[in-house]
Nanobody
Framework: QVQLVESGGGLVQPGGSLRLSCAAS????????AGWYRQAPGKERELVAL???????DYADSVKGRFTISRDDAKNTVYLQMNSLKSEDTAVYYC?????????WGQGTQVTVSS
């Protein structure tokens, strides 16, 4: 019915930037809120950023001021702009969309921050 396809991950140096994209396709649906989670090896999955249907945003303290979540409704796409990346940001990043009926997860994309 609905699938989320992520892209934009990769290897970057500390201080660098990446933009992750999450494109939704399938039957029509209404998004209550969308967000990005990440999971590093040996750690629990954590919520990094979210954006509501009213375009309000919120961020984890660890990324506040460095990451920006946004969406393009015409393209059914959610973005995560990541600046000033640190080694601690290394993780698999997953997008999530919460609809009126249920939630959907992307397949995950690897982000590695290393010299």
């Amino acid at each position: 019915q609905v699938q989320l396809v992520e892209s934009g991950g990769g290897l970057v140096q500390p201080g660098g930037s990446l933009r992750l994209s999450c494109a939704a396709s399938g039957r029509a649906f209404s998004i209550n809120w969308a967000g990005w989670y990440r999971q590093a090896p040996g750690k629990e999955r954590e919520l990094v950023a979210l954006i509501t249907s009213g375009a309000s945003t919120d961020y984890a303290d660890s990324v506040k001021g460095r990451f920006t979540i946004s969406r393009d409704d015409a393209k059914n796409t959610v973005y995560l702009q990541m600046n000033s990346l640190k080694s601690e940001d290394t993780a698999v990043y997953y997008c999530y969309a919460d609809t009126m009926k249920r939630g959907y997860w992307g397949q995950g994309t690897q982000v590695t921050v290393s010299s």
